[in-house]
């Protein structure tokens, strides 16, 4: 492995669990489904600090102004789609505690599964007390050993990432990520939809193949 030297997940595989629910590598632990591990009112306060205002400048996302508009908008969203086997969300709980570090997690990794086209693609916000530890490569690189290499196939062959094109930052992060992983740059996606209903932008889409990954050192 490139990012992390060890790993554990979950492979049991449940009617109301159909993806690996438990990651767990050196310095993180992936969990979902988010609503049994985040209640309404800390993910709200999460998703209204610092780390809101980022994703609402790259991602047309639209920051929370209340506990309703999170629950209707958001939270119960997530709970339909993972119910639905399409936008499947995780909490990152960091193994070693931070102090002065005031939330539950320092992020949220979202899945979003393309059964038919035997793809997902993988997004990421994390809040910025914990940049620069390579978290990003470490939970892509974590569900891919997850998704890639589960004992039962889950018939994912793909998994790609989508940063806004405006976000400079993120994309020369996941371009160093793909290039040691052995993945690549696709190419622009011109008015891609983050969200349903909020807006398009450009974006650049990077994926890695099953192959690739496998393949990668």
Known sequence: MIYINKIN???KITYDKPVPCYIESDNLILKGPLHEHWNLG???RFQTSYCGDEMAKYNLYIEPTS???TRDNMYKYMIEQWNEM???YYVIEEKQERSN?????IGVIGLNFEWDKKYAEFGI???????GNEYFAQSFESMCEAIFNHPLDLGIELISAVPSSNNKNSIRAIEKIMN?????LDGVIRNYEFFDGIGVDD??????SEDEFKNRY
């Not at 040691?180 to 690549?184: A, D, F, K």
């Not at 974006?203 to 890695?208: D, E, K, L, V």
């Open 9 to 11: 997940f979950d492979k």
């Open 42 to 44: 800390n993910f709200h």
């Open 67 to 69: 506990l309703k508009y």
């Open 86 to 88: 399409e936008d499947m």
């Open 101 to 105: 570090y005031n939330y539950d997690y």
């Open 125 to 131: 916000w994390l809040h910025k007390d914990v940049w």
């Open 180 to 184: 040691e992983l052995n993945g690549q």
């Open 203 to 208: 974006c650049h889409r990077f994926s890695i």
